[in-house]
Structures are given as C-alpha cells and as structure tokens.
C-alpha cells in the first residue's frame, strides 16, 4: 500500500491480452462498503459481533486499524472476523495519527465518529486520498460543533477536534454522496435528539440497513415529487452486538460480467452478486445494452438482495444512460465505459461530476486510457460519450491509473478485448478493493499478468 506514513509501494505494472472467450464459476468477494460498515457497527456496539463474507482488502483493514487504534477490539479467526466493541460515544483517543491509505469511505465515515468524541484525532491518507475533498463532511460536522484544521481547500491530512456535546442538525446534501449521509449519520449516533440528512438523489443505504440492525431507531421516508429521501437517526441508542453476513460486491462482480459480455460465446457465473437496488444500476444498464444476464438463486443475504449471475457474451448496443441512474452506479462509470467501447453504437453518459472526486478524477482517467487505446470519445465537465466499435478496439496503449483501482482493473478487462494488448502502470491499488482480482479472471481464461 502507498501511504503517507510507510512510504511509497513499488509500481507493478500489469497487462491484458486479448482471449476468444471467457467461461466458468467465480465468486464475487466480500461487498467493501457493508465490510466498513460491519466493523464500524460492530465497535460501536457492547458485545461480540461476529463478521463473515468481510472483504480483506487494504481498504477495509485500514477501517480495522483505526478502530482498533480507538479501543475495539477486531481479531481473524480463519473466515470469521470478531469485533469486541466500545459502544457509542466510548471510544478511545487514538494515540497516533490513523493512515486510511486510500480508502475515502474510511476518511469520511470515522470522521464522523471521530468528531463525536471528546478529543483530538488526526487522520492522512496515501497520495490520491489526501487530494480527495474533505469539505463535504467537515462543513457538516462544523455545524454541529467539533473544529477542524486541514491543508489547503480541506484536504487532508485532517485534525479534528471532536465533542461529545454534539448539537443535532438538519442537513441536505450538497453533492448526492453516501459517504457524507453516512459520516453526519454516525456523528448523530453520539448526539443528544435527532440527527436529520436529507439527500436529493437516493443513494447507497447500507448504513440505515445496519442502523436498524444493530438496533438504533432510524426514520427514513420519501421526499415529496422527488427521487431523494429524509433519513433520521435518534441519538444515544445502546447499540448490541449483532452477526452480520456481507453479501458480494457488485461493483466488484461487473469487471467480470463485463469481460464475459465484451467476449461473445462467453458463459460466466458470477456468484453471490450484491444487489441492493441503489447499487446495482450497471447490471440494469448492460441488460437495456443487450446484455444476457440471467439473475439466478435470488436470495437474501445479511439483509441484502443477492443473486448469482449467468453471463453469456457479446450483443451489446450503444445506449443514453439517465443521469439520475449514476448514484445507484457511481463506482462502474470506467467499467461501463470499457463495455460501450466494444458495443456496437454511441453510448452517452450523463451526470458524472461526481467522477472527478472518486480515487482519481475518474472521467480524464477513462478518457485518456480511452484515447491511448484508440477509442473515439468526447469527454465534457460532466459527461462522456464513447463510439463503440462493435467488436474489438485497437487497445496497444499504456493506461495511468493514478492510484485507482477501478481504473486499473477497468483497463485490463479492456485488454482482454483489444486488438493489440492493454498495459495499466500500476496495478497495485487493485488490492485495496479487489485482492486477488488477476488469479481470479485467469480463472475464467483472461490473460492478465505482469508486463
Ligand atoms: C461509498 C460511497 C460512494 C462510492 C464509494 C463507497 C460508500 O462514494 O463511490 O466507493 O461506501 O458509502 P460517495 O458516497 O462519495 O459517492
């Protein structure tokens, strides 16, 4: 991992090439959301909560040392992973400074936590978090009491001087962002009264789903004429120890889906797909593509719809994905853009301001590795628009990733389509969401390896 504290990791460069066909089982790891949000819970909690399924990316185990450096208590046993929590409001001052790496769900969501405690924290990150904006949760905690200093335009590192006298609030979202939702919904956890966001456009709601489960009282309704919600937690609860089981990661799953529908005659199963209505907005959109994907086993999963996926490949077309779909698909922008490279027509998609805030500004990181692999493509303030060919893309290029995992794996799933074979700079972010993402789409015929 490249991190501010332990130095820079050595750049692995990867590359991709092309193969007729892809075929066979995988199983979709662990969901890297609901995994911060199962340890999160878990030491906010009194008792053992018991964690299966958890994602073992540096991501989720950066979330693990930090609440680890606040007093709970979170051991491996094999499969298993056991949190012994210290219950809301009862952490501890970290005696360090909390390296999150490159995991912004962990800046965001322990901020919250972090500033609803009596005491002065500092948290930094690796070279892509500590460009990420850091604003969106510190205008909202500020407003409800705790002080912090930041670099320039509020980056990080970040100092936070928490209080457990926290004054509840009202706050609409500026930006449509479950990380901000979720970091206002934690801090409300240590505050007396209610603690209402309201979001404009739905987004992930894994917390309020984990909320419930753990036993805080949380109201969530509809907002009037509009696609958004009004989510309120009640302060103080005494949250219990609850098991959780995190069901696989769809945007995880979609590099694979998507490299068995890039390859006709493919036939992939992608098992234990989470697919919680406000995530799984890809799969919705490769299916209006043309795609044949098959929702097989529907079933519930810690709470989560879930479903194994059957892919068979090729037939797709260009098409307009809404604007208003991207916060239920924010994360596969760059793998859907690989997707409409080698379907046959335009694809447009709109609304993706949001793109620029993600590990790397991720629209210029997809267009420039569209245009290193020569894909004709037209890229705005917040859109892009990408020329498929119907087939296979001329690929032969070099793709920077800028510390981004999905663009990585995005650009290498390419390469299994291309003409001529796709290099990423750097695969080593790959292992903050996705360990073992090469072994496992070899396991299906891909051809990726070091270059
Ligand atoms: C996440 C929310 C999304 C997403 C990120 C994980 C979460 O970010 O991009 O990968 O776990 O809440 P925003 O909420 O900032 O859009």
Redesign the pocket.
């Known amino acids: 991992m490249e991190s501010a504290l332990s130095g820079s990791a050595v750049p692995v460069k990867l590359i991709a090439r092309q193969v007729p066909r892809l075929e066979g089982k995988v199983r979709a790891p662990g969901d890297?959301?609901v995994s911060?949000r199962a340890l999160m819970f878990g030491a906010l909690a009194l008792g053992e909560t018991v964690v299966s399924g958890l994602l073992e990316g540096e991501d989720v185990l950066c979330t693990a040392a930090a609440l680890r450096a606040m007093g709970a208590q979170i051991v491996q046993e094999g499969p298993i992973w056991r949190v012994r929590g210290f219950g809301v409001g009862g952490g501890r001052e970290p005696d360090g400074v909390l390296d999150l790496g490159n995991s912004?769900?962990s800046a965001?969501l322990l901020s919250g936590i972090l500033a609803s405690h009596p005491f002065t924290s500092f948290m930094t990150g690796d070279g892509s978090l500590r460009r990420r904006p850091m604003q969106r949760v510190i205008e909202p905690l500020s407003r409800m009491g705790a002080r912090f200093v930041s670099r320039e335009g509020g980056r990080m590192p970040l100092g936070i001087v928490g209080t457990d006298e926290m004054i509840p609030i009202e706050y609409t979202l500026p930006v449509?962002?479950?990380?901000?939702k979720?970091c206002i919904l934690l801090a409300g956890l240590n505050t007396a009264g209610e603690t209402t966001v309201i979001e404009p456009e739905a987004?992930?709601d894994?917390t309020e789903r984990m909320l419930r489960h753990f036993g805080a009282e949380v109201r969530v309704s509809d907002l009037e004429g509009r696609r958004g919600k009004r989510i309120t937690v009640v302060g103080w609860p005494e949250l219990k120890a609850r098991d959780v089981v995190v069901p696989g990661d769809p945007s995880s799953a979609a590099f694979a889906v998507v490299a068995a529908c890039i390859r006709p005659g493919s036939d992939v199963m992608v098992e234990n797909v989470g697919l919680n209505p406000l995530r799984a907005g890809l799969y919705t959109t490769l299916q209006e593509m043309g795609a044949n994907i098959v929702l097989e086993n529907q079933r519930e999963v810690g709470g989560e719809p879930v479903a194994d996926l059957r892919v068979r490949g090729g037939g797709l077309k260009g098409m307009t994905v809404p604007p208003e779909r991207a916060p239920t698909m924010?994360?596969e922008y760059p793998i859907l853009a690989v997707a409409a490279a080698c379907a046959e027509g335009t694809t447009h998609m709109l609304g993706l301001a949001?793109l620029r805030a993600?590990e790397s500004d991720r629209l210029s990181s997809v267009s420039a590795g569209l245009t290193a692999n020569g894909v004709k493509h037209e890229m705005g303030p917040d859109f892009l628009i990408v020329n498929g060919v119907g087939g296979s893309p001329p690929g032969g290029g070099l793709v920077v990733t800028h510390l981004d995992h999905r663009i990585a794996m995005s650009f290498l799933v390419l390469g299994l389509a291309t003409k001529e074979p796709v290099a990423v700079d750097d695969g080593s972010p790959i292992d903050t969401s996705f360990p073992g993402f090469a072994a496992l789409m070899n396991g299906l015929g891909a051809k990726i390896g070091p270059a």
């Open positions: 890297k959301s911060h912004g769900t965001r449509a962002s479950a990380q901000v979720s987004t992930r894994h924010i994360d949001e993600k």
